[in-house]
């Protein structure tokens, strides 16, 4: 990736080149990727509105594939396999995913959209056998980062949770919240009726537009979609003392003008909260895979090989979004 392009516009924002094979440092091991999740992260780096330190740069950060070389300190064994998420490094704190010494996952070093990428050992994850490599790709990402905004929703076994869009993260976060919480409601909000129908088979009690008003007031609802209008429908339909969680990166500014709109009697007062979500941590990762084993997590994938990495990223842009998309490498 070169230059910052629309996808609106552009058709093939990326280029298919050949990288020297990259060599473990010391701490490091070597993965030969077998999968890698498409994610809106990359739409935003795209885009322009997180832009990358450099470029160009290798994209992608749900990445599983398995070890085949180690470097200094480090013995593990050739063939295990692992997934790699958005943190490729950071501090090591509890909050190393605000530390500035985070680094990025296909942003600030080279990704998983590749045959072969390296990262630090101690930020690379055994993967579950109940997973294949493309199930488990998502949940590096999609699935770790959904189940952190889970947990910053504050929420209590017998309430009810809202989900504000309904793509590839918030598909599992409505499986998680199920399993953690069997007592408790799901309130799905989604552009189209065949997404509110696949949240409907998941579990959901309730499916509407983004812009409808649920059955009842919500105890906490996590935005994952990349606009502002959906920000101030989540807060009309919090019950007062309620959370919302905005796991997004960054959100577009086309329709920022909606912010206008926003009423502090309607939307604000009553002690509502907003909460947002910024990157992960490994602890996140490490905690949340053998969690989603144990549910289990189902899936649901749409996989395009590695050459139409562009055609995922379009289609991600420019179509309704069910599941998780996953380039298979």
């Known amino acids: 990736m070169e230059r910052v392009v629309s996808l609106l516009e552009e058709d093939a924002p990326l280029r298919l080149v050949d990288h020297p094979m990259p060599e473990p440092g010391d701490g490091e091991i070597l993965i030969k990727v077998a999968a890698c999740g498409v994610c809106h992260t990359e739409l935003d780096e795209i885009e322009g509105r997180l832009r990358p330190p450099r470029l160009p740069v290798v994209l992608g950060h749900q990445v599983v594939g398995r070890v085949v070389a180690c470097g200094g300190g480090v013995s593990i064994a050739d063939g295990e ?156 339909n919090l019950r007062p003392g309620g959370r919302l969680v905005i796991n997004a990166i960054r959100k577009d500014d086309a329709d920022k003008h909606e912010l206008l709109k926003l009423s502090y009697h309607e939307h604000l007062w009553m002690e509502r909260e907003i909460k947002s979500v910024a990157n992960i941590t490994h602890f996140d990762i490490a905690e949340f895979l053998p969690l989603a084993a144990r549910i289990p997590i189902g899936i649901e994938i749409e996989t395009y090989a590695l050459e139409e990495a562009n055609r995922a990223l379009v289609d991600l842009k420019r179509k309704p979004v069910r599941g998780a998309k996953v380039l298979l490498v």
């Open 81 to 236: 396999r692992v997934g790699v998420g958005w943190i490729h490094r950071s501090s090591g704190e509890p909050d190393e995913n605000i530390s500035a010494a985070f680094v990025a996952t296909g942003r600030d070093v080279n990704g998983g959209y590749a045959e072969y990428m390296t990262v630090p050992a101690t930020y690379a994850y055994p993967i579950p056998t109940a997973f294949s490599d493309t199930q488990a790709a998502p949940l590096l990402c999609a699935g770790a980062i959904g189940y952190r905004a889970l947990k910053l929703a504050n929420l209590q076994d017998g309430r009810a949770l809202g989900l504000m869009g309904f793509g590839g993260s918030a598909h599992l976060v409505l499986q998680i919240a199920r399993h953690l919480y069997p007592n408790g409601s799901v309130f799905v909000f989604a552009r189209d009726a065949e997404t509110r129908a696949f949240a409907h088979s998941l579990g959901a009690e309730w499916a509407g537009d983004t812009t409808d008003r649920a059955p009842a007031l919500l105890d906490a609802i996590i935005d994952t979609t990349p606009a502002w209008k959906p920000v101030l429908g989540a807060l009309a």
